[in-house]
């Protein structure tokens, strides 16, 4: 293999034959046989990042690249043929990479049985429909064909669970970021003028909220800490019991969503609607996820991209939970009968959380990422010792997607039922910690045992 031994078969023939003048793009498809589909990866700013993502964009059938990984895991340190061929040669492209469950590659256990049913077609799909969008589609012919042309600069892309991508220009992730400020200061505006007790009241009630929410996420991740500590000499990493770890840290976070709900807003908003309530908390969600995506875009990470679909769709929803309020208000007026204003309230809050439940699916499948990817690949991607790492992905990005996906610190405070699911929560976390100290540890794990291939 050439590319395995200091790249002899690519530096061979980009010296010596005739038709190395002629490469212009390369696709290139690396590790398959693992679980997942294909992660793209096209590069940096200076490396025809640009030309790749229009390309993939085009010709994706199942789309699959991660903001995580473009930002933390450089395209350089990938050690393929395709690094070579961007590093030494200045030739733009895509490497896609099957990286989820890595740890059996190269090792004895590399065979066919951890390859999930069609994701080598997948994965072939992908390099066929990407090879003709390149040869094919005028306008990236262009991009890194014509001399006048630039393939290089940032494109930013994030997909949805394989089945659409989003691709992005710095130019219209401005434009996004200028929308999507102007319309949460508008909202502000709005919620602050139609405060009956003040302009002042409604201030302190979004930064007080605003700060529950950092709070809760900030005690989801020391609880999860606390149970890595207790657990991690037996339990060991996530794989050494499939997902089992996920759940553990999961619940324990969701317990934490909703204790913050009955203890820290129950006094302060006692006597207040549940949709009072929950229009403020919105309010200082959305703040807080224009603030973190402004924060993550001036550091220049692609990360900021994922944030940003969160305050999206959380603004989309807020903004139809109050469509769905003012047109319950005018059927109430018309309406002669006398009916329950119940209803209205519950359907808007509903339905403004089921469409914010979209950016919850880009947090968890970051999650998901974390944990199969970085997890997997060892001291690689174990940023803190031991099971501290799989805690700190589960936590952070497990508590965001609860917290954007679900009304539990208004629900907590005004629905029954939310005890019980508080109660419940509490009793599977602590089955799943017992589980953890008792059920048994794998002597080894196929990645963990000597014998490459």
């Given at each position: 293999n050439g590319e395995e031994v200091n790249y002899l078969g690519l530096d061979s023939f980009m010296a010596s034959s005739p038709w190395a003048a002629d490469v212009g793009f390369f696709v290139q498809m690396d590790q398959s046989g693992s679980r997942g589909h294909a992660l793209a990866v096209f590069g940096d700013r200076e490396s025809g990042e640009k030309a790749a993502a229009f390309a993939y964009h085009a010709g994706a059938v199942h789309p699959h690249t991660s903001?995580?990984?473009r930002d933390f895991q450089p395209w350089e340190d990938m050690n393929t043929d395709g690094s070579r061929l961007r590093a030494s040669y200045g030739v733009p492209g895509i490497g896609m990479y099957m990286m989820e469950d890595r740890c059996p590659y190269h090792t004895v256990y590399d065979d066919l049985s951890h390859i999930i049913r069609g994701n080598l077609q997948a994965h072939g799909n992908n390099f066929v429909g990407v090879s003709r969008?390149?040869?094919?589609?005028?306008?990236?012919?262009?991009?890194w064909a014509k001399s006048d042309s630039d393939p290089s600069g940032d494109a930013y892309t994030i997909d949805l669970l394989s089945s659409s991508m989003l691709l992005l220009t710095p130019a219209t992730m401005a434009v996004l970021y200028s929308l999507l400020g102007i319309s949460v200061i508008a909202v502000v505006c709005v919620v602050a003028f139609m405060e009956p007790q003040g302009r002042t009241?409604?201030?302190v009630d979004l930064s007080l909220l605003a700060c529950a929410h950092v709070?809760?996420?900030?005690?989801?991740l020391v609880v999860t800490f606390v149970l890595a500590f207790c657990v991690g000499a037996n339990f060991g990493y996530w794989y050494r019991r499939d997902g089992?770890?996920?759940?553990?840290?999961?619940?324990p976070s969701l317990c934490v969503q909703l204790s913050f709900g009955r203890l820290l807003l129950f006094k302060r908003f006692y006597g207040?609607?549940?949709e009072f309530i929950q229009w403020r908390s919105s309010t200082a969600a959305v703040i807080l996820l224009l603030l973190l995506t402004l924060l993550l875009a001036m550091a220049g990470l692609h990360m900021s991209l994922l944030f940003g679909m969160c305050a999206l769709t959380r603004l989309a929803g807020f903004l139809l939970r109050i469509?769905?309020?003012?047109?319950?208000?005018?059927?109430k007026k018309e309406s002669v009968a006398n009916k329950s204003d119940a209803w209205p309230a519950w359907l808007g809050i509903t339905s403004e959380l089921t469409l914010a439940s979209l950016g919850s699916i880009y947090?968890?499948?970051a999650m998901r990422f974390a944990v199969l990817n970085f997890t997997s690949l060892g001291q690689e991607g174990a940023i803190l010792p031991g099971d501290l790492t799989l805690a700190l992905y589960v936590g952070l990005f497990g508590s965001s997607a609860i917290l954007q996906s679900s009304g539990v610190q208004v629900l907590s405070t005004r629905c029954i039922f939310a005890g019980h699911v508080l109660v419940i929560s509490l009793f599977v976390s602590f089955c799943l910690v017992v589980a953890a100290f008792v059920l048994p540890v794998y002597d080894k794990y196929p990645c963990e045992v000597p014998g490459v291939l």
């Open positions: 903001v995580l990984l969008a390149v040869t094919r589609n005028e306008a990236i012919l262009d991009m009241t409604a201030l709070a809760s996420i900030g005690a989801g089992m770890a996920v759940w553990l840290y999961i619940f207040v609607s549940a469509g769905i309020g003012f047109i319950a208000q005018r059927a947090l968890l499948d």
